[in-house]
């Protein structure tokens, strides 16, 4: 990063700090204890609000990128990509097709357990070594530690089967494995189907930073994580913490595992492969719960386990990864405060609506900027910039799906490892949508009420003095309405997923160069 | 040309800079951002527009009702010189609303158009200018009579760094009004005001004159200090245009020289006492009449020539017949006191700002009284 960035991030992220102090002088008055009970609830949901806007900006003070380093020729190096039995074969024609492409001299290892003797037949056709792996526990991961054991190159690419490599995919990674302290090293994640529905837009929008200024800065500060969809391993590192990690977030699993064994992890924010995002809202549903889920294990197992072995920057990266989904405890919070109001009368805090928005508008303005600021370090900007409302509406409509991947967590119940859809399967409508339903039906049932209350049941001597109080709840009540939309409308969309396959258009030789 | 080219940008920017933020000082008051007044006041808009609504749904509210009272309410010069007498109450539900006032009116059967709030000197947002009150009262038809208390100790030190700790401020605290140490408050207060436009009452730095009671007292400063004081505020609402203001001085006539603090006819639009019989509860008292406590009072400040108001009428229920107390009261009170104007019925639940134990001054929940202050009021008092 340049002085000039770096100068600017602080400056902004210094501001950002005084409004935070500001902010939390003003929200800690005495005087605004209404319940203390729902008020420490409320505090923590907000300042667990406040404190993810902090940490990005930790994160991105420390925005970094490794100089370019040319692959030495000579490296013995694997491709690892999976099969699955229902994964669709032509998916695996293209980036088996892709693989062979790659011009770094590679291995490509189909790790196959769908008992389909076309999968074989693939492999062959597009010069993969068939690897048949029946009955392996621990789903793809444990594919990957039994192939290990088959194989002997020094370094691994794993890739996801829906993710089609670009030929110069290895020639900005492999330089960096000349230093021996490199583990893994981790490109960019982008998409080619994101343009295929609002779902797949919205969950392309969620990722864009994440793979821009967020993995760089977490490499700035020596914890960029791997990605399992097209992440290059050390043999001797994945060793070193006895193969792959397992279960719903294994690559995260890995990285910690990994970081906590001395190794070290570089990210190249460079776009060389494309994968793909869920186009229909159930299967990018199904998705989030298994992330939200999986993630919880680095909070609950592998950081209490590992931190004394992390840096402090690493544990405070690993924390910032591991309480993410709890949004979705806070958010339903959020959401019942404007209704506990407006139904009952009860406020957790006493304070001003008006006073609220100006003690808070100075961190929401930083937050804003710092998000558009950090745009320019988003991988592919030309098609990346943007506000990303739709991936903003998807996050806002998935907290009933991280609430669940919480309690799971907590309960310590396991879900199946199922790999995401590859192709938009339809869903019901209803089925979908009914938690933004239910919420615009009560949302117009406490409108209706305030409305008759406030014309015919409200004291005329209470009338003026309480309008900002209600009204302010109510504007309060209508802004998850609004954001509801977007869920509304994926859903909507996904009872006709397109009938196309999103690889039917991918022409293998042109998909990396098309996009330079 | 390149150098003059630098020159003229950088003057032009200096330019815009210095509009942008007179402008943005401007919208603000100076205790408030512009951000928080602004909504502050889309608050109160909302409000305003919301009652309105609500008038053309459900009929017209209280302000028609009061129609009688509009000279009043519009014209500051009729409310300097009524040719009624005004009813008004202060009850303990405000500033969260302005219903037991309501209520009150309609069991003793008489329009309350004089309403009282209390607004005491800080920094504290509850502290400034009560824009939301004052637009409620006025939304209800009534007249905002503010008891405006310079309680100099709340102002934060760091916030005012040229003022004396909080605990040195309150000697010869009003002399440091009258220098301008208070300017900053005093200003922005008036600023509101004059924003407001409507008539209201201000009744600053109540009883003066008692030792015992508030930090403005005589305990802490001179009566000339007081007059200086009292001199410099009106000025500074002056100069702000806040001529919708009118200032009503109220010393606690219990005590000695009371007509000494008075500020001048220049500066008093009304004078004010307040009647308030406590009865046997505490030890320098006991049950006494309004002709025992007002009677002897009342030649000197109708002398001053300007109308006279109880701000703080009633009486505790211990110690005598609290209903004949009101009856005799008010039934005396247009012939043998013409010269008040004004009648404010104190009506708190648990005040504790005179004794120390918690004292009653409601009396809605006693039909008795309730019903002598309505065939009193009902000889004389506008409907």
Request: hydrophobic share 45%.
């Amino acid at each position: 990063m340049r002085v000039r960035d770096r100068v600017i991030i602080a400056a902004l992220a210094g501001v950002g700090a005084a409004a935070v102090l500001r902010l939390a002088d003003w929200w800690f008055r005495p005087a605004h204890v209404a319940q203390p009970a729902l008020f420490v609830l409320l505090s923590l949901a907000f300042w667990y609000a406040v404190s993810r806007i902090v940490l990005g900006w930790v994160n991105y003070a420390a925005i970094a990128s490794p100089a370019p380093r040319t692959a030495p020729p000579g490296l013995r190096v694997a491709i690892f990509t999976t099969s699955t039995p229902g994964e669709p074969l032509a998916m695996f024609e293209r980036t088996l097709a892709a693989c062979r492409c790659v011009r770094y001299p590679h291995t490509t290892y189909l790790l196959d357990d769908t008992r389909d003797p076309r999968f074989r037949e693939r492999a062959e056709r597009y010069g993969a070594v068939w690897l048949e792996l029946l009955d392996v526990p621990g789903a793809k991961a444990g594919k990957i530690n039994r192939a290990l054991a088959l194989t002997d190159e020094e370094l691994i690419l794993v890739l996801d089967p829906d993710h089609i490599p670009f030929p110069e995919f290895f020639d900005p990674v492999l330089g960096h494995f000349d230093d021996e302290r490199v583990g893994f090293v981790q490109v960019s994640q982008a998409y080619y189907n994101q343009r295929r529905s609002f779902t797949a837009a919205g969950a392309a929008e969620q990722t864009y930073a994440f793979y821009g200024p967020g993995q760089m800065g977490l490499y700035g500060h020596g914890a960029c994580v791997a990605i399992g969809a097209n992440c290059t391993f050390r043999r001797a590192a994945l060793a070193s913490i006895g193969g792959h990690g397992i279960g719903l977030a294994e690559d995260l699993v890995t990285a910690i595992r990994l970081h906590a064994a001395g190794w070290r992890s570089v990210y190249v924010p460079v776009v060389v492969s494309r994968g793909l995002v869920p186009e229909d809202l159930g299967s990018f549903y199904r998705q989030q719960l298994k992330w939200a889920r999986g993630v919880y294990e680095v909070a609950f197992t592998e950081l209490p386990r590992l931190a004394t072995k992390l840096a402090w920057r690493q544990r405070l990266s690993y924390l910032a990864i591991g309480t993410y989904y709890l949004f979705g405890v806070t958010t339903p919070f959020f959401l019942l405060v404007p209704y506990l109001y407006l139904w009952t009368d009860v406020q957790p805090a006493a304070m001003s609506f008006a006073e609220f928005l100006s003690a808070a508008a100075p961190v929401a303005v930083v937050g804003g900027g710092m998000y558009l600021l950090a745009q320019r370090w988003l991988c592919d900007p030309r098609s990346e910039r943007g506000l990303h409302w739709r991936g903003l509406a998807l996050k806002l409509a998935c907290w009933p799906v991280f609430l669940a991947g919480t309690v799971l967590a907590v309960l310590h119940a396991e879900i199946p490892y199922i790999p995401t859809a590859k192709q938009a399967v339809r869903g019901r409508f209803l089925r979908l949508a009914w938690p933004q339903l239910v919420m615009i039906v009560v949302f117009g049932a406490t409108v209706a009420r305030v409305v008759y209350r406030r014309a015919h049941a409200t004291s005329e001597g209470s009338l003026e003095l309480s309008a900002e109080a209600v009204w302010g709840m109510v504007a309060f009540a209508t802004l998850p309405v609004i954001a509801a939309v977007g869920a509304l409308y994926a859903a909507w969309q996904a009872r006709r997923p397109r009938a196309d396959a999103p690889w039917d258009a991918v022409d293998v030789r042109t998909i990396g160069g098309a996009e330079a | 040309m390149r150098r003059r080219y630098r020159i003229v940008v950088v003057v032009v920017f200096m330019v815009c800079a210095a509009a942008g933020i007179a402008g943005l000082s401007a919208l603000g008051t100076a205790s408030e951002g512009p951000l928080s007044s602004a909504l502050g006041w889309l608050g109160v808009v909302t409000g305003t527009i919301e009652h309105r609504v609500r008038d053309r749904i459900e009929g017209p509210g209280r302000r028609a009702r009061l129609a009688w009272a509009a000279p009043y309410r519009d014209d500051a010069e009729r409310l300097r010189h009524p040719d009624v007498v005004l009813l008004g109450a202060y009850d303990g539900g405000i500033p969260r609303t302005l219903d037991g006032v309501l209520t009150l009116e309609t069991r003793i059967g008489a329009p309350l158009p004089l309403i009282q709030v209390y607004s005491a000197w800080g920094d504290k947002p509850d502290q400034q200018f009560p824009l939301r009150l004052v637009t409620a009262i006025s939304g209800l038809g009534s007249i905002p009579l503010v008891t405006w208390e310079p309680w100099l100790s709340d102002f934060e030190s760091a916030r005012h760094p040229n003022l004396p700790l909080p605990g040195a401020r309150d000697s010869h605290g009003l002399a440091a009004i009258a220098r301008g140490d208070y300017d900053v408050y005093v200003d922005a207060w008036a600023a509101e005001a004059r924003r407001f436009a409507r008539p209201m009452l201000v009744r600053f730095g109540h009883e003066m004159n008692d030792p015992y009671r508030y930090p403005w007292g005589p305990q802490n400063n001179t009566k000339e200090e007081y007059i200086a004081a009292w001199r410099h505020i009106v000025d500074r609402f002056r100069r702000a245009g806040a001529r919708n203001v009118l200032w009503v001085w109220s010393p606690h006539v219990a005590y000695e020289y009371w007509d000494l603090y008075y500020p001048g006819d220049d500066y008093v639009d009304w004078v004010a006492t307040g009647v308030l019989n406590f009865g046997p509860i505490a030890q320098w008292s006991r049950w006494w009449t309004v002709s025992e406590i007002f009677g002897p009072k009342y030649p000197r400040l109708a002398a001053f020539g300007k109308p006279v108001m109880i701000a703080e009428f009633g009486s505790l229920a211990v110690g005598g017949d609290r209903a004949a107390w009101y009856r005799d009261a008010l039934a005396q009170l247009p012939t043998r006191y013409p010269a008040v104007r004004a009648l404010v019925f104190f009506q708190v639940r648990d005040d504790q700002t005179v004794t120390y134990q918690k004292v009653d001054w409601t009396f809605i929940a006693d039909s008795g009284v309730v019903q002598a202050v309505r065939d009193a009021l009902g000889r004389w008092a506008p409907r």
